[in-house]
């Protein structure tokens, strides 16, 4: 006959499925949101190409979308990942428990008593240490999971780990990535969790940029379009010119490398005297996405993290 569950055992089955619940919840959510992310950016320089071909059909575009928001999920094993934070932890936070019933049990009747570690066998005294590492690895895991929650809240959504340049034979070229400053030190570029897909045809002598960024809790975009100076075998070179500044870009088609190098104009006008800048010039870098996402998550840390994640050498 089973013995009958007393209070604290069904209290800790309602919060093991309280937690799976919840927990797979919010992994699924932030997968969704990731994937939503990353199809979101395609969506945009699809419906673009869309409306430079002057083309008003965009259900393709949809259909690319669902593609990359399945394929993100596929990919990024997201059932897996559901099922690891939701179950995981569940027998850990049973051990961790069941120890810590018995330290409050200890403390009331003195820890001989409950523990008689003299009177203990070897394999006893070593499921007694067991126990108690196990419960520090329970605490640390818990604390971690919470500090990277917050973290989460701070840097919302990760990069795309490529930069890419692709050629589309002679008189189309397609880059992408996520730009950086490089003329700056200890600081970084207004709006860092971005990402840029810039599409350059030597036809139509334009480069177009959709651009996508986080700025606070909000995922905004940006289309831009760029004359084109000079295309070569080697270089593409196009300006953004505004009425305040120029900013030249470079796409080096040998190195693969995208730059850019801008500096203020106009500086006598009204106007321009009101535009205020922090700097006279500046430069840009094409870059790795997930670089830059992790070390804005790396800055984010609470001390509590950074602490127990230096232990671990990150």
């Avoid at 309280?18 to 969506?43: C, P, Q, T, V």
């Avoid at 126990?131 to 959504?157: E, F, G, R």
């Avoid at 088609?253 to 203020?264: C, I, M």
Wanted: aromatic share 10%; hydrophobic share 45%.
């Amino acid at each position: 006959m089973l013995k009958r569950l007393n209070g604290w055992q069904r209290a800790g089955i309602v919060l093991s499925i309280l937690w799976a619940i919840g927990a797979g919840k919010h992994a699924r959510n932030r997968d969704l949101e990731g994937a939503k992310s990353f199809a979101d950016l395609s969506y945009k320089a699809c419906t673009n190409q869309k409306l430079l071909a002057q083309d008003s059909d965009l259900s393709s575009c949809e259909r690319e979308r669902q593609a990359n928001i399945a394929k993100w999920l596929r990919d990024g094993n997201s059932n897996a990942n559901i099922a690891l934070l939701a179950l995981l932890p569940v027998p850990f936070g049973w051990l961790a428990g069941f120890i810590l019933f018995y330290v409050v049990r200890a403390q009331i009747a003195g820890f001989s008593a409950v523990v008689p570690w003299t009177a203990l066998s070897r394999w006893k005294k070593l499921f007694v240490v067991f126990c108690a590492v196990a419960s520090l690895a329970a605490v640390l895991l818990c604390v971690t999971t919470i500090l990277n929650l917050y973290v989460d809240t701070k840097v919302p959504v990760a990069l795309s780990p490529f930069k890419d340049v692709t050629k589309g034979g002679d008189d189309f070229v397609t880059v992408a990535g996520t730009w950086t400053r490089t003329d700056l030190t200890d600081d970084t570029i207004a709006n860092p969790l971005q990402a840029s897909k810039i599409e350059c045809s030597k036809q139509e002598r334009k480069c177009v940029e959709a651009k996508a960024y986080v700025t606070g809790n909000l995922m905004l975009s940006d289309l831009a379009r760029y004359d084109i100076r000079s295309w070569t075998a080697d270089s593409i070179v196009f300006v953004d010119e505004g009425d305040c500044s120029v900013t030249v870009y470079t796409i080096d088609l040998n190195t693969q490398t995208v730059s850019g190098a801008g500096h203020l104009t106009n500086q006598d006008t009204i106007s321009c005297k009101m535009n205020f800048k922090s700097k006279d010039s500046w430069s840009f870098l094409l870059t790795n996405g997930f670089n830059v996402y992790w070390e804005q998550r790396k800055n984010a840390r609470p001390l509590p993290l950074r602490v127990l994640q230096s232990a671990f050498g990150n």
